[in-house]
């Protein structure tokens, strides 16, 4: 179960990380945002394939800190989405500001 638990904590930690490189390309105001949310979307979607994996694993055992971690996980692409959301609408609305 060790190992069950371990892997829930990754998966939520790659579903955090999936989306941080997305922050520091709009931050930077490098030319690779696009291509960095989409590889952050792939990194979602990788986790959301993971955790129906870890779903099926936990769905027959009785321990609570398993299905706790693997609710944690579930929590944590949630909140990449929406990270991802608004990286996407940052993106879209870059350079429609004023210029000077």
């Known amino acids: 179960m060790t190992g069950l638990r371990a ?15 997305a922050n520091l390309a709009l931050a ?11 590889h952050a979307k792939e ?10 994996h870890l779903e099926e694993a936990v769905k ?16 944590a692409v949630k909140h ?3 990270s991802l959301a608004h990286a996407e609408q940052a993106s879209s609305h870059k350079g429609k500001g004023k210029s000077k």
């Not at 990754?10 to 941080?20: K, M």
């Not at 706790?68 to 929590?75: Q, S």
């Open 28 to 38: 930077d105001g490098g030319g690779h945002v696009k291509e960095t949310i989409k």
């Open 7 to 21: 892997g829930v904590v990754v998966a939520s930690l790659c579903a955090l990380v999936a989306v941080a490189p």
């Open 80 to 82: 990449a989405e929406e």
């Open 60 to 75: 027959g055992s009785n321990d609570p800190h398993a299905k706790e971690a693997l609710e944690h996980a579930k929590e």
């Open 43 to 52: 990194g979602v979607e990788h986790e959301k394939e993971a955790i129906k």
